[in-house]
């Protein structure tokens, strides 16, 4: 199985901060990547597919980067309604698989 | 609008067995590979199976091959998960989700809609 390796676990910034996750997987997936979205409580949401693709209604202050075995999240400019946790998830191979997740706080 | 939602979950024994079900609406649903994914108590998300739009290829993650299977009624716009011989460790809220593709070997790969979950508790 593919293995998602994603970095922080956690981290707190402050509104209008650059916030960046990264991802990392243990053979290269070319771009077979999603980015998801979870509020406590709720279902993910996607935000980003293709390591770089934008879901439709999905604010532009988030982008995807990346291929191969490295893939960047980034928020550009942190809200409070940002406050979530984020998975890659790549679809490269099957099985799917997710990385551990991000915690993303607000200072 | 797209609307799946799931149910059928609640609190079972070790071993025993449950069917869990996700009504799908607003979209065409036989045209959509579909999956199951799971989340244990303050954990991460893991994925749990995935059918094609038709039925005709499953998948499953190596921790429920052969206890969990996935299958649909495209008369019905509903999904399935039989559960058997579960475990404490399949604890967990069971998302369906939509794929914006046909499955494996058409084009696939993201879940753009989730129903809001279901809860599956195994504990004697």
């Known amino acids: 199985d593919i293995q998602m390796t994603q970095s922080p676990s956690s981290l707190s910034a402050s509104v209008r901060d650059r916030v960046t996750i990264t991802c990392q997987a243990s053979?290269?997936?070319?771009?077979?990547l999603n980015w998801y979205q979870q509020k406590p409580g709720k279902a993910p949401k996607l935000l980003i597919y293709?390591?770089?693709n934008l879901e439709p209604g999905v604010p532009s202050r988030v982008s995807g980067s990346g291929s191969g075995t490295d893939f960047n999240f980034t928020i550009s400019s942190l809200q409070p309604d940002d406050i979530a946790t984020y998975y890659c998830?790549?679809?490269?191979?099957?099985?799917?698989?997710f990385g551990g997740g991000t915690k993303v706080e607000i200072k | 609008q797209v609307q799946l939602v799931e149910s059928g979950g609640g609190v079972v024994q070790p071993g025993r067995s449950l069917r869990l079900s996700c009504a799908a609406s607003?979209?065409?649903?036989?045209?959509?590979?579909m999956h199951w994914v799971r989340q244990a108590p303050g954990k991460g998300l893991e994925w749990v199976a995935l059918?094609?739009?038709?039925?005709?290829?499953?998948y499953y993650a190596d921790s429920v091959k052969g206890r969990l299977t996935i299958f649909r009624d495209n008369f019905k716009d509903t999904l399935y998960l039989q559960m058997t011989s579960l475990r404490a460790e399949d604890t967990a809220v069971y998302y369906c989700?939509?794929?914006?593709?046909?499955?494996?070997?058409?084009?696939?790969?993201?879940?753009?809609?989730w129903g809001q979950g279901t809860l599956v508790t195994v504990s004697s």
């Open positions: 053979q290269d997936i070319s771009t077979y």
């Open positions: 607003g979209f065409i649903f036989s045209n959509s590979a």
């Open positions: 989700a939509r794929d914006h593709g046909r499955g494996p070997p058409f084009e696939w790969g993201r879940s753009n809609y």
């Open positions: 059918i094609s739009y038709d039925g005709t290829n499953k």
């Open positions: 293709d390591a770089s």
């Open positions: 998830q790549q679809y490269d191979i099957l099985p799917l698989t």
